[in-house]
């Protein structure tokens, strides 16, 4: 079983960037795929960016080409880099893992989940 731990968020401001850190214990990080999901007040869990374990990676439609995922797996941690970042992106940030797998955008497909970390963007 795998433990997550989130950090690195914080308030910036419309055009700033961001990287938040997961960390991972407990597990053999190398068999997991490893995802962010990002969650605003009042909406639903959004998938945000997913790195599969086979090393493929995928990335909401929101983020394309502004956010970049990347894992290190001698460290078991997984990064997620945010550029130009917007108002929209505010949100608390979710780090997910599931064994084996593909890196799917859906919330029900990992087992294992961080609580987060809070990223605010002023405009």
């Known amino acids: 079983q795998v433990q997550l731990v989130e950090s690195g968020g914080g308030l910036v401001q419309a055009g700033d960037s961001l990287r938040l850190s997961c960390a991972a214990s407990?597990?053999?990080?190398?068999?997991?795929?490893v995802a962010w999901f990002r969650q605003a007040p009042g909406a639903e869990r959004e998938f945000v960016a997913g790195?599969?374990?086979?090393?493929?990676?995928s990335y909401g439609d929101s983020v394309k080409g502004r956010f970049t995922i990347a894992r290190n797996n001698a460290e078991s941690s997984v990064l997620l880099q945010m550029d130009n970042l917007k108002p929209e992106d505010t949100a608390n940030y979710l780090c997910?893992?599931?064994?084996?797998?593909?890196?799917?955008?859906?919330?029900?497909?990992?087992?294992?989940w961080g609580r987060g970390t809070q990223v605010t963007v002023s405009s």
């Open positions: 790195h599969s374990f086979i090393n493929t990676t």
């Open positions: 997910a893992a599931r064994l084996w797998g593909t890196d799917t955008p859906y919330t029900t497909s990992y087992s294992y």
């Open positions: 407990g597990g053999n990080f190398d068999s997991y795929t």
